[in-house]
């Protein structure tokens, strides 16, 4: 009688999240036997012969042109993030605005509608409501749960967009049932995940067609440099750098070395900073100085089931109210020690900021308080230093504080 043979199916073992941070998207044999990827600083790059051209041009050979259309520098950088995050293709642009106006540009035209939630950057808001319209696009602005985006649906929607978590008030949206509206509605899903990033989210898991990262919070993490990346299915993404070939926003050979630098320790960094917001939130929860603390860590914060769902960790940014008067609200920030007054986040520097008087100052109390921003609001992010030096900074200047 014959024996079957046992046949073991073969699995590839994925790496950890470190690992791909330090070697996702390298060569494993550079230029010159170098450690690290070397910096391309050139803006065009040349042909032998007519026959290399035509090699080029026609397809058969994948190589370089000009430094708009693409760099070897940057192509690894691109390369690492779409590791990071899962995705099958990336694209650098010079910023993170430029990466969400340059995405939204390349697949909305006149007539269409899009569904953006009420707790985004404020930029990314004006464009929307400021700039698209100028283009015959249409904006409609709803809360960030499934329910006013399904209710917001229209047949010429073409675009649902939210961050998860949101700025400031960290809001997490139950992406699953997100993009469950948007197929039935026949519309495309883009998630800003800056806050989040791949270590503690990957939106494409859950069937979003366009992650969208502002690369120079996190990804780079040492407030040097600026950076915005696109990622997705090869098809959405290559039609985006279509776009970007018209109309530029590329990311130099520099500011791209400067990303895999900082991606280096990527996953190290953001493992450190959501331990330290989650023992800063819970401190702050219990501060007599703190009217309200906003982090998804927290079982007070509304959207905690759902980002405990989704996330691994909760990220390195809460936001909190001060227990106070604008002028207390402000000698607090004035005697701080540690934590710099600075409207970014992602770093190895703790920066904190007061969005009624940075970010929102060109608005009026009612308009501001009309979004949620108050007088009292500040929103800190966490760099690496120790967390009871973050807490005990937090506390000296609290302590200043007279409440109303």
């Known amino acids: 009688m014959a024996t079957r043979k046992k046949t073991e199916k073969k699995t590839t ?29 050139t803006s065009t790059f040349i042909f032998k012969d007519e026959n290399d051209i035509s090699e080029y ?9 000009y430094a708009r259309y693409g760099n070897p520098t940057t192509r690894t950088a691109e390369l690492k993030l779409a590791a990071l995050e899962g995705a099958e293709e990336a694209l650098l642009f010079d910023c993170g605005m430029s990466a969400l106006t340059r995405a939204l540009l390349a697949v909305l035209s006149s007539g269409d509608h899009m569904i953006i939630t009420s707790d985004v950057y404020k930029k990314t ?75 503690n989210m990957k939106p494409l898991e859950y069937g979003v067609d366009l992650v969208i990262h502002s690369a120079t919070k996190y990804f780079a993490g040492h407030n040097d440099m600026m950076a915005g990346v696109v990622l997705g299915n090869a098809a959405l993404v290559n039609k985006i750098k279509l776009f970007q070939k018209t109309t530029g926003g590329c990311l130099d050979s520099h500011c791209a070395y400067l990303l895999i630098r900082g991606l280096k320790t990527f996953a190290l960094r953001v493992r450190q900073q ?35 769902k989704q996330m691994k960790g909760f990220s390195g940014c809460l936001s909190f109210e001060v227990d106070g008067p604008l002028k207390e609200v402000q000698k607090f920030l004035r005697n701080l020690k540690l934590a710099q007054m600075g409207p970014s986040l992602g770093g190895t520097e703790t920066l904190i900021t007061h969005p009624a008087t940075i970010t929102y100052y060109d608005m009026t109390r009612k308009q501001r308080y009309a979004l949620g921003i108050t007088d009292q609001l500040v ?26």
């Not at 470190?18 to 060569?27: A, D, F, I, L, Q």
């Not at 047949?155 to 998860?164: D, G, L, Q, R």
């Not at 800190?380 to 807490?391: F, H, K, P, T, W």
């Open 274 to 308: 959501n331990e330290t917001a989650m023992l800063v939130s819970t401190h702050l929860e219990k501060h007599p100085k703190i009217k309200q603390v906003w982090y998804p860590g927290l079982k007070s914060h509304p959207a905690h089931k759902i980002a405990k």
């Open 13 to 41: 073992k994925i790496p950890g999240i470190s690992t791909v941070s330090v070697h996702g998207g390298e060569e494993r044999s550079k230029y010159a036997d170098s450690v690290t990827v070397p910096i391309v600083q």
């Open 125 to 199: 808001m004006q464009f929307a409501l400021n700039d698209l319209s100028r283009f015959g696009i249409s904006t409609s602005v709803v809360a960030p749960d499934v329910e006013s985006i399904a209710s917001a649906c229209r047949p010429e929607t073409k675009v649902i967009f939210s961050e998860s978590p949101t700025n400031p008030y960290l809001h997490v949206i139950d992406i699953a049932g997100v993009v469950k509206v948007a197929r039935k509605a026949g519309a495309m899903v883009f998630i800003d995940s800056t806050f989040a990033t791949p270590y």
């Open 57 to 65: 041009t026609s397809g058969r050979k994948k190589r370089f042109e």
């Open 379 to 404: 929103r800190l992010a966490v760099g690496v230093e120790d967390a009871q030096d973050i807490i005990d900074d937090l506390d000296q200047a609290l302590a200043t504080v007279k409440s109303k």
